[in-house]
């Protein structure tokens, strides 16, 4: 991916948050997207969506989509991300230089990368991750469900992640999910159930769901893994119970975990999104994650599953 700013603001954040690939084995999207702004000299503010015209983003989707292109309109911003596939070529354009809805600072540019991944192949998948010597799991369900606090309470006691919201998704011969942000979030309360103990901590600003935003390699040495080879879904469900548990679940609710966030939440190929869910819901044995409240318990339930069904899976 090559990107032309012209704000150095948002070329900072993308440097801090989006995960460099250096494996040769990584799969491989080649996109170019120039990111402006109404800040720059030339350039005019984005043109505000016309409501009076009952012009609907469903048909605005259907009508890029018949020629090969995906777009996006925030309303909140408001910005513009436009993309056509065949060149492989993303304008973004943003009311001020940092003038992104507040939910994608710690994902900037997720729609082009979901676009550029999906014309590949792969998907940009809703999902955080915990493995255990390179074989893991995807941890599914809707915000709010546990699966940053379980993906943290699993990193502090030694299992390893490539992600806890976002993460690359490739379903081939094998399973494998790969990191593209290096962010993970959890709030105060959180951190303190996990006991994280930063200095820095308590002085972070919150993000707006009132969360810390961490960098993951430097808080967690080694945690942050180049590849997870997948061979579960995990649904948490906050439970309190007094020992964790997992309990086999149905393809049905499998999907019926994965596919909101996986596909409402990353606009353009929905259809492709859907078929994606099956697949892996298919391919994938999934299971009702009952959690305790001891973090390291739940971590603890979650190595000696990842360790039975990972030499199973083997």
């Given at each position: 991916m090559t990107v032309w700013f012209t704000s150095e603001a948002l070329a900072d954040l993308c440097t801090r948050t989006l995960v460099q690939r250096t494996g040769n084995?990584?799969?491989?999207?080649?996109?170019?997207?120039?990111?402006?702004?109404?800040?720059?000299?030339?350039?005019?503010?984005?043109?505000?969506?016309?409501?009076?015209?009952?012009?609907?983003?469903?048909?605005?989707?259907?009508?890029?989509?018949?020629?090969?292109?995906?777009?996006?309109?925030?309303?909140?911003?408001?910005?513009?991300?436009?993309?056509?596939?065949?060149?492989?070529?993303?304008?973004?354009?943003?009311?001020?230089?940092?003038?992104?809805?507040?939910?994608?600072?710690?994902?900037?540019?997720?729609?082009?990368?979901?676009?550029?991944y999906a014309a590949s192949n792969l998907r940009l998948t809703h999902?955080?991750?915990?493995?255990?010597?390179?074989?893991?799991?995807?941890?599914?369900?809707?915000?709010?469900?546990?699966?940053?606090?379980?993906?943290?309470?699993?990193?502090?006691?030694?299992?390893?992640?490539?992600?806890?919201?976002?993460?690359?998704?490739?379903?081939?011969?094998?399973?494998?999910?790969?990191?593209?942000?290096?962010?993970?979030?959890?709030?105060?309360?959180?951190?303190?159930?996990?006991?994280?103990?930063?200095?820095?901590?308590?002085?972070?600003?919150?993000?707006?769901?009132?969360?810390?935003?961490?960098?993951?390699?430097?808080?967690?040495p080694g945690g942050l893994a180049e590849q997870l080879e997948i061979f579960a879904l995990l649904i948490p469900e906050i439970a309190r119970a007094r020992r964790t548990s997992l309990q086999p679940v149905t393809i049905h609710e499998a999907a019926l975990a994965l596919a909101p966030s996986a596909v409402f939440q990353l606009p353009g190929d929905s259809a492709e999104g859907f078929r994606f869910v099956a697949d892996l819901v298919r391919r994938l044995p999934a299971f009702r994650l009952r959690l305790s409240e001891d973090p390291v318990e739940i971590a603890g339930a979650i190595a000696s599953f990842l360790a039975a069904e990972g030499a199973h899976a083997g």
């Open positions: 084995g990584s799969p491989a999207a080649r996109l170019a997207i120039h990111a402006m702004d109404a800040g720059a000299d030339g350039w005019d503010p984005p043109a505000a969506w016309d409501v009076e015209a009952g012009f609907s983003s469903r048909e605005f989707e259907q009508i890029l989509a018949a020629a090969d292109q995906r777009g996006f309109y925030h309303h909140d911003g408001p910005s513009w991300q436009l993309y056509d596939r065949a060149a492989g070529l993303g304008v973004q354009t943003l009311p001020s230089p940092l003038g992104l809805p507040p939910w994608e600072l710690a994902s900037p540019l997720r729609l082009f990368l979901h676009w550029a999902a955080a991750t915990l493995g255990l010597d390179g074989r893991g799991a995807l941890i599914v369900g809707a915000s709010g469900s546990g699966k940053s606090a379980t993906t943290l309470a699993g990193l502090v006691n030694g299992l390893e992640s490539v992600g806890d919201d976002y993460v690359l998704v490739e379903s081939g011969s094998r399973v494998v999910a790969h990191p593209v942000f290096a962010v993970l979030k959890q709030d105060r309360e959180g951190l303190r159930r996990a006991r994280v103990t930063m200095a820095d901590v308590e002085r972070t600003r919150l993000n707006w769901q009132g969360k810390i935003e961490l960098d993951a390699a430097a808080c967690f």
